[in-house]
Protein backbone atom coordinates (compact mmCIF):
# COMPACT_ATOMS: atom_id res chain seq x y z
CA UNK A 1 0.00 0.00 0.00
CA UNK A 2 1.37 3.58 -0.94
CA UNK A 3 2.32 5.63 1.69
CA UNK A 4 -0.11 8.29 2.07
CA UNK A 5 2.53 10.81 2.16
CA UNK A 6 3.91 9.70 -1.20
CA UNK A 7 1.27 11.97 -3.36
CA UNK A 8 2.21 15.00 -1.72
CA UNK A 9 5.75 15.03 -0.83
CA UNK A 10 9.12 14.81 -3.16
CA UNK A 11 11.81 12.70 -2.24
CA UNK A 12 14.91 14.40 -0.48
CA UNK A 13 16.77 13.52 -4.21
CA UNK A 14 13.94 15.31 -6.00
CA UNK A 15 13.85 17.98 -3.82
CA UNK A 16 17.85 18.50 -4.17
CA UNK A 17 17.50 18.41 -8.01
CA UNK A 18 15.54 21.13 -8.04
CA UNK A 19 17.71 22.92 -5.54
CA UNK A 20 20.44 22.72 -8.13
CA UNK A 21 18.70 23.47 -10.88
CA UNK A 22 17.61 27.16 -8.86
CA UNK A 23 21.17 27.61 -8.00
CA UNK A 24 22.80 26.89 -10.83
CA UNK A 25 20.38 29.05 -13.02
CA UNK A 26 21.31 31.93 -10.33
CA UNK A 27 24.80 31.49 -10.90
CA UNK A 28 24.52 31.58 -14.66
CA UNK A 29 22.10 35.11 -14.21
CA UNK A 30 24.61 36.40 -11.65
CA UNK A 31 27.52 36.36 -14.25
CA UNK A 32 25.24 37.66 -17.30
CA UNK A 33 24.50 40.94 -15.07
CA UNK A 34 28.26 41.22 -14.32
CA UNK A 35 29.33 41.64 -17.93
CA UNK A 36 30.79 45.61 -18.15
CA UNK A 37 28.62 45.84 -21.56
CA UNK A 38 25.48 44.43 -20.31
CA UNK A 39 25.34 48.51 -19.33
CA UNK A 40 23.77 48.73 -23.37
CA UNK A 41 20.87 46.91 -21.68
CA UNK A 42 20.12 49.32 -19.79
CA UNK A 43 19.21 51.10 -23.37
CA UNK A 44 16.29 48.27 -23.61
CA UNK A 45 15.17 47.48 -27.13
CA UNK A 46 12.94 50.00 -28.56
CA UNK A 47 9.31 49.26 -28.44
CA UNK A 48 8.78 50.74 -32.24
CA UNK A 49 6.75 48.93 -34.48
CA UNK A 50 8.96 47.56 -37.25
CA UNK A 51 6.74 48.63 -40.28
CA UNK A 52 6.56 51.45 -38.97
CA UNK A 53 10.30 52.41 -38.96
CA UNK A 54 9.97 51.23 -42.82
CA UNK A 55 7.48 53.59 -43.70
CA UNK A 56 9.57 56.70 -43.80
CA UNK A 57 12.38 57.42 -46.04
CA UNK A 58 14.40 60.66 -45.55
CA UNK A 59 13.23 62.06 -42.32
CA UNK A 60 13.83 60.92 -38.77
CA UNK A 61 12.84 57.18 -39.05
CA UNK A 62 16.21 55.72 -40.58
CA UNK A 63 18.35 56.82 -37.58
CA UNK A 64 16.24 55.64 -34.90
CA UNK A 65 15.77 52.49 -37.10
CA UNK A 66 19.98 52.25 -36.30
CA UNK A 67 19.76 52.77 -33.23
CA UNK A 68 16.85 49.93 -32.80
CA UNK A 69 19.12 47.42 -34.80
CA UNK A 70 21.99 48.09 -33.43
CA UNK A 71 20.67 47.56 -29.41
CA UNK A 72 19.15 44.38 -30.54
CA UNK A 73 22.15 43.14 -31.75
CA UNK A 74 24.13 44.05 -29.02
CA UNK A 75 21.98 42.60 -26.50
CA UNK A 76 22.61 39.42 -28.51
CA UNK A 77 26.55 40.06 -28.37
CA UNK A 78 26.50 40.28 -24.74
CA UNK A 79 24.18 37.67 -23.87
CA UNK A 80 26.39 35.35 -24.93
CA UNK A 81 29.69 36.77 -23.41
CA UNK A 82 27.63 36.75 -20.11
CA UNK A 83 27.19 33.11 -20.95
CA UNK A 84 30.97 32.50 -21.33
CA UNK A 85 31.88 33.83 -17.97
CA UNK A 86 29.45 31.35 -16.53
CA UNK A 87 30.71 28.55 -18.07
CA UNK A 88 34.38 29.50 -18.31
CA UNK A 89 34.09 29.03 -14.33
CA UNK A 90 32.31 26.08 -14.39
CA UNK A 91 34.75 24.07 -17.04
CA UNK A 92 32.33 23.66 -19.54
CA UNK A 93 34.95 23.59 -22.49
CA UNK A 94 32.69 21.99 -24.78
CA UNK A 95 29.86 25.05 -24.08
CA UNK A 96 32.73 27.52 -23.34
CA UNK A 97 34.15 27.31 -27.14
CA UNK A 98 30.56 26.88 -28.70
CA UNK A 99 29.45 29.89 -27.17
CA UNK A 100 32.67 31.61 -27.88
CA UNK A 101 31.88 30.72 -31.96
CA UNK A 102 28.67 32.33 -31.60
CA UNK A 103 29.78 35.21 -29.91
CA UNK A 104 32.79 35.89 -32.76
CA UNK A 105 29.69 35.34 -35.26
CA UNK A 106 27.29 37.63 -33.77
CA UNK A 107 29.64 40.30 -33.84
CA UNK A 108 31.05 39.96 -37.05
CA UNK A 109 27.77 40.57 -38.52
CA UNK A 110 27.13 43.51 -35.77
CA UNK A 111 29.89 44.91 -37.27
CA UNK A 112 29.62 44.47 -40.45
CA UNK A 113 26.07 45.66 -40.84
CA UNK A 114 26.84 48.74 -38.75
CA UNK A 115 30.08 49.85 -40.25
CA UNK A 116 29.21 48.63 -44.28
CA UNK A 117 28.28 51.93 -46.65
CA UNK A 118 29.17 54.52 -44.13
CA UNK A 119 32.39 56.62 -43.28
CA UNK A 120 33.46 55.59 -39.98
CA UNK A 121 36.00 57.25 -37.74
CA UNK A 122 39.43 56.33 -36.80
CA UNK A 123 38.40 55.25 -33.31
CA UNK A 124 35.76 53.33 -34.40
CA UNK A 125 37.97 51.24 -37.18
CA UNK A 126 40.39 51.02 -34.00
CA UNK A 127 37.68 49.23 -31.69
CA UNK A 128 36.41 47.00 -34.99
CA UNK A 129 39.80 45.70 -34.97
CA UNK A 130 40.21 44.70 -31.34
CA UNK A 131 37.53 43.12 -31.04
CA UNK A 132 37.86 41.27 -34.01
CA UNK A 133 41.27 40.12 -32.75
CA UNK A 134 39.99 39.58 -29.08
CA UNK A 135 36.93 37.17 -30.15
CA UNK A 136 38.96 35.56 -32.52
CA UNK A 137 41.69 34.88 -29.49
CA UNK A 138 38.46 33.61 -27.99
CA UNK A 139 37.39 30.70 -30.50
CA UNK A 140 41.10 29.76 -30.47
CA UNK A 141 42.14 29.67 -27.04
CA UNK A 142 38.57 27.57 -26.11
CA UNK A 143 39.09 25.30 -29.29
CA UNK A 144 42.60 23.99 -27.49
CA UNK A 145 40.85 23.69 -23.91
CA UNK A 146 38.33 21.27 -25.88
CA UNK A 147 41.25 19.31 -26.65
CA UNK A 148 43.22 19.14 -23.44
CA UNK A 149 42.97 17.46 -20.40
CA UNK A 150 46.49 19.27 -18.64
CA UNK A 151 44.66 20.52 -15.96
CA UNK A 152 47.42 22.93 -15.38
CA UNK A 153 46.84 24.16 -18.70
CA UNK A 154 42.98 24.21 -18.29
CA UNK A 155 43.67 26.40 -15.09
CA UNK A 156 45.97 28.93 -17.03
CA UNK A 157 44.08 28.95 -19.57
CA UNK A 158 40.85 29.65 -17.41
CA UNK A 159 42.65 32.66 -16.07
CA UNK A 160 43.54 33.81 -19.80
CA UNK A 161 40.04 33.36 -21.14
CA UNK A 162 38.28 35.57 -17.89
CA UNK A 163 40.86 38.47 -18.57
CA UNK A 164 40.24 38.16 -22.61
CA UNK A 165 36.72 38.34 -21.63
CA UNK A 166 36.95 41.21 -19.16
CA UNK A 167 38.94 43.13 -22.07
CA UNK A 168 36.51 42.53 -24.74
CA UNK A 169 33.41 43.56 -23.23
CA UNK A 170 34.97 46.93 -21.84
CA UNK A 171 35.89 47.53 -25.79
CA UNK A 172 32.10 46.28 -26.80
CA UNK A 173 30.67 48.56 -24.36
CA UNK A 174 32.96 51.26 -25.59
CA UNK A 175 31.75 50.98 -28.90
CA UNK A 176 28.35 51.07 -28.62
CA UNK A 177 28.81 54.07 -26.78
CA UNK A 178 30.57 55.45 -29.60
CA UNK A 179 27.87 54.16 -32.65
CA UNK A 180 24.75 55.21 -30.34
CA UNK A 181 26.61 58.70 -30.00
CA UNK A 182 26.60 58.60 -33.46
CA UNK A 183 23.40 57.88 -34.34
CA UNK A 184 21.85 60.46 -31.72
CA UNK A 185 24.30 62.73 -33.47
CA UNK A 186 22.72 62.40 -36.79
CA UNK A 187 19.25 63.07 -35.13
CA UNK A 188 20.32 66.27 -33.68
CA UNK A 189 21.79 67.77 -36.83
CA UNK A 190 18.13 67.07 -38.25
CA UNK A 191 17.06 69.32 -35.47
CA UNK A 192 20.02 71.74 -35.96
CA UNK A 193 20.25 72.27 -39.89
CA UNK A 194 16.75 70.66 -41.45
CA UNK A 195 14.98 73.18 -43.34
CA UNK A 196 12.30 71.15 -43.11
CA UNK A 197 9.67 70.66 -40.70
CA UNK A 198 8.65 67.80 -40.75
CA UNK A 199 12.01 66.41 -40.55
CA UNK A 200 12.50 68.72 -37.57
CA UNK A 201 9.16 67.56 -35.73
CA UNK A 202 10.15 63.92 -36.71
CA UNK A 203 13.90 64.14 -35.35
CA UNK A 204 12.57 65.96 -31.89
CA UNK A 205 9.89 63.18 -31.46
CA UNK A 206 12.81 60.81 -32.23
CA UNK A 207 14.46 62.43 -29.50
CA UNK A 208 11.89 62.47 -26.94
CA UNK A 209 11.34 59.35 -27.25
CA UNK A 210 14.60 57.90 -26.90
CA UNK A 211 14.33 60.05 -23.31
CA UNK A 212 12.35 56.77 -21.96
CA UNK A 213 14.46 53.94 -23.39
CA UNK A 214 17.02 53.99 -20.28
CA UNK A 215 19.30 56.37 -18.62
CA UNK A 216 22.12 55.58 -21.01
CA UNK A 217 20.51 56.89 -24.11
CA UNK A 218 19.64 59.77 -21.91
CA UNK A 219 23.44 60.24 -20.72
CA UNK A 220 24.16 60.05 -24.48
CA UNK A 221 22.18 62.58 -25.51
CA UNK A 222 22.80 64.91 -22.82
CA UNK A 223 26.25 65.21 -24.01
CA UNK A 224 25.58 66.08 -27.22
CA UNK A 225 27.03 66.15 -30.95
CA UNK A 226 30.75 64.52 -30.21
CA UNK A 227 31.85 64.59 -33.79
CA UNK A 228 31.22 62.23 -36.82
CA UNK A 229 31.90 58.45 -36.60
Known amino acids: MASPHSSTCSSPSSFRLQSDSVQRWLDDLRHMTEV????????????????????????????????????????VVSTELGRMFSRVEKGRWQRTHSTATRAESHLRSLLQQYTTGRGVSPELLQYEKILLEKSQELTSITERCVQSEDQSFLKSSRESIHQILTDLSQDFSAM???????????????????SQPETVDGAISSLLSLTQD????????????????
Not at 45 to 70: H, I, K, M, Y
Not at 178 to 187: D, F, G, H
Not at 215 to 221: D, K, N, V, Y
Open 36 to 75: ECMCVLQAKPLGVDEEELLVSSGGAWPARSNLQTLLRRAL
Open 176 to 194: IDLALANEIRVLVEQVECS
Open 214 to 229: GPQLCSIIAQGPRGTV
